[in-house]
């Protein structure tokens, strides 16, 4: 009985963390996208810029964290680094820009369609290559992300030089003016992510880890499940939380380029630089999960070439999220 109290009491105390952080979590990200806004005006620098580079480092934070400590941590396995990225990439594509078409017709600007779509797709095919092809026991080493790593420096250089030419094109939205505030709220707002992301992500870990030991599962499949889904939702809260934000003020221009650059950085940046600390290992479920990923990519993709995404096409793919979730579920308990 005093084991179960315990217990309870430890239960009860991350449930309200969790809740404590998803408050910090929706705040801060309205303060970072007003922020972020206000500097792209200052700076006479497109949003769409911004919300690639700024935004989507800012709100890819959270992700680093979890697999710098996960890569350092490792030994021999990388269930939850790569579980993380993987996991958050396909909630970022099926679930947070599934959600963004629901406030209104997303409009996808030519740059995004020749230049950002592009690069989404080569990192992530250079993932799923890395995984399958390039090494005969799935693991992606050192110099693989060091060409990870050239990829996204040469993402943020062709990024930066041709943003002067997207100002003229700019969304015409009311943004907070440029105040002396601006700098350190834009901080304030990225530092409030991370630690609301922290705050989400690790009491969310602990419930579900307690919660698959209490089923009977491996510790190796709890630790794929749990990087798949409670930490990698944990982690995209951030975007989900600017998504919403840019969404209410009209900024589809930083929906798209927090979703692109988060997914980009998460691949290029992060797997780039984990894998530089530590060889990153795939085990048969996450192979499946990669070639998931690629095709939610390729998906949205095909829309978002097209110009536009709809309500109709954020509704299938937040539907495929909940299958994809219910597969992941149905999978670790052995049913398929």
């Known amino acids: 009985m005093e084991i179960f109290n315990q217990t309870g009491l430890n239960v009860l105390a991350n449930i309200m963390i ?55 941590k490792a030994k021999g396995t990388s269930d939850l680094a790569l579980g993380n990225v993987i996991g958050s990439n396909i909630v970022n594509i099926t679930l947070i820009l599934g959600i963004g078409p629901l406030f209104g017709t997303i409009l996808v600007g030519k740059n995004i369609q020749k230049r950002d779509i592009p690069f989404m797709i080569l990192a992530t095919v250079m993932f799923v290559l890395f995984g399958f092809l390039f090494n005969t026991d799935q693991r992606i080493v050192w110099y693989e992300g060091i060409i990870l790593l050239l990829i996204c420096a040469l993402y943020i250089y062709i990024l930066i030089r041709s943003s002067k030419n ?16 601006t700098i350190p709220l834009l901080i304030i707002g990225a530092a409030g992510i991370a630690i609301g992301a922290e705050l989400v992500t690790t009491p969310a870990t602990y419930l579900a880890e307690t919660a698959a030991v209490a089923f009977g599962m491996t510790k190796t499949a709890a630790t794929t499940l749990v990087g798949l889904t409670i930490v990698a939702v944990g982690t995209s809260l ?18 798209l380029g927090n979703v692109i650059g988060s997914n980009i950085l998460n691949i290029l940046f992060i797997i780039g630089l984990s894998s ?18 690629l095709g939610v990519t390729i998906f949205v993709s095909l829309f978002a070439i097209k110009g536009k995404l709809t309500k109709n096409v954020g509704l299938i793919l937040i539907v495929t999220y909940i299958f994809y979730v219910v597969y992941l579920v149905l999978r670790t308990f052995g049913v398929l």
């Open 18 to 72: 969790l809740i404590v952080g998803g408050l910090i979590l929706i705040k801060c990200a309205d303060i970072f996208v007003d922020s972020a806004s206000s500097l792209a005006k200052k700076l006479k620098i497109s949003t769409l810029v911004i919300g690639l580079t700024i935004v989507a480092l800012g709100t890819s934070l959270p992700e680093l964290a979890v697999s710098l400590v996960s890569a350092i």
């Open 166 to 181: 997207e100002v003229n094109h700019e969304e015409e939205h009311e943004v907070k003016p440029f105040t002396k505030w």
């Open 238 to 255: 951030p975007e989900l939380m600017t998504t919403i934000a840019a969404a209410k003020k009209g900024q589809n221009n930083m929906i």
């Open 276 to 293: 530089t600390i530590t060889n990153l290992k795939f085990n048969e479920a996450i192979l499946i999960d990669l070639v998931i990923m």
